[in-house]
């Protein structure tokens, strides 16, 4: 169970694919961004929401999604196709 003061929020990029906890997060003046390439951020509750999402994801008809997502925690990429060719050249698995 997480202690009361534990901040549990996830946040992920808007104009990047980076995602982590919100203590990883980066500055870019007084506002929190990513900590690779300093964009935008939004953020949800916690990693049960988070995974919530990409489990559906996953269920609605893309295997190997959550194993995508997980490996991509704490890397920026520029865009999706970017994030997604880094990983099938790393890990060798293909995603539909």
Same mark, same amino acid.
């Given at each position: 169970?997480?202690?009361?003061?534990?901040?549990?929020?996830?946040?992920?990029?808007?104009?990047?694919?980076?995602?982590? &906890?919100?203590?990883?997060? *980066?500055?870019?003046? !007084?506002?929190?961004?990513?900590?690779?390439?300093? *964009?935008?951020?939004?953020?949800?509750?916690?990693?049960?929401?988070?995974? &919530?999402?990409?489990?559906?994801?996953?269920?609605? *008809? !893309?295997?190997?999604?959550?194993?995508?997502?997980?490996?991509?925690?704490?890397?920026?990429?520029?865009?999706?196709?970017?994030?997604?060719?880094?990983?099938?050249?790393?890990?060798?698995?293909?995603?539909?």
């Amino acid at each position: 169970m997480n202690s009361p003061t534990e901040d549990t929020r996830v946040a992920f990029g808007v104009r990047c694919v980076w995602w982590d &906890g919100i203590a990883n997060v *980066g500055r870019r003046g !007084n506002l929190p961004a990513c900590p690779r390439c300093g *964009g935008p951020l939004f953020e949800v509750p916690d990693e049960a929401t988070w995974f &919530g999402g990409v489990d559906q994801h996953e269920a609605n *008809g !893309n295997p190997g999604y959550r194993a995508f997502i997980e490996w991509q925690r704490g890397k920026c990429f520029p865009s999706f196709l970017a994030a997604r060719a880094a990983y099938e050249t790393a890990t060798g698995e293909r995603l539909s």
